[in-house]
T-cell receptor
Framework: KQEVTQIPAALSVPEGENLVLNCSFTDSAIYNLQWFRQDPGKGLTSLLLIQSSQREQTSGRLNASLDKSSGRSTLYIAASQPGDSATYLCAGRGGGSYIPTFGRGTSLIVHP | DADVTQTPRNRITKTGKRIMLECSQTKGHDRMYWYRQDPGLGLRLIYYSFDVKDINKGEISDGYSVSRQAQAKFSLSLESAIPNQTALYFC???????????FGPGTRLTVT
């Protein structure tokens, strides 16, 4: 069964800093990996989806990478802003499953 | 209009009451999911459905039931609510090919 881990659980950075959020998974036969943003008490907003055949995806200031051999995905946020403060979750779908497994998220605070 | 809607958005109910949470989607997706989110435990899958005639239990289905009334509608019922079912409940959808998940805004349920 796919297991997904996100470290650190919480992160606080000053505005303007470039930062990397980490997501580790156990099944290298991963089908795809999706990154989400969640504001407190709100639903999950899809940020980026990386298929197993892809190495990275970009959207604006966000870049997500996928390294199947090392079991890692990273979400890079450039020039962070206070509005980026939220919890970021990753979800990986293993090759033998139709259901994604979620990490517990990294809570990000960007302070002015 | 939102692609995935959930009703009600907030609900307070008493122990032993039956309650239904409803989810509708306009994305035309076949696959629908119900999750609950608890602080410190992350997202956990309750039930999922890959088409109108397909219903599957997730990791925490005890105490819950579901109904897939149409491709666009997926309801979650708590037959006899108990306080430890107090949580944030999310509905999600995905299509077959990309498997990117889209989430509703959530229902905050409190059982007293």
């Amino acid at each position: 069964k796919q297991e997904v881990t996100q470290i650190p659980a919480a992160l606080s950075v000053p505005e303007g800093e470039n930062l990397v959020l980490n997501c580790s998974f156990t099944d290298s036969a991963i089908y795809n990996l999706q990154w989400f943003r969640q504001d407190p008490g709100k639903g999950l907003t899809s940020l980026l989806l990386i298929q197993s055949s892809q190495r990275e995806q970009t959207s604006g200031r966000l870049n997500a990478s996928l390294d199947k051999s090392s079991g890692r995905s990273t979400l890079y946020i450039a020039a962070s802003q206070p509005g980026d403060s939220a919890t970021y979750l990753c979800a990986g779908r293993g090759g033998g499953s139709y259901i994604p497994t979620f990490g517990r998220g990294t809570s990000l605070i960007v302070h002015p | 209009d939102a692609d995935v809607t959930q009703t009600p958005r907030n609900r307070i109910t008493k122990t032993g009451k039956r309650i239904m949470l409803e989810c509708s989607q306009t994305k035309g997706h076949d696959r629908m999911y119900w999750y609950r989110q608890d602080p410190g435990l992350g997202l956990r899958l309750i039930y999922y459905s890959f088409d109108v005639k397909d219903i599957n239990k997730g990791e925490i289905s005890d105490g819950y039931s579901v109904s897939r009334q149409a491709q666009a509608k997926f309801s979650l019922s708590l037959e006899s609510a108990i306080p430890n079912q107090t949580a944030l409940y999310f509905c999600a959808t995905s299509d077959y090919s990309e498997s990117e998940q889209y989430f509703g805004p959530g229902t905050r349920l409190t059982v007293t």
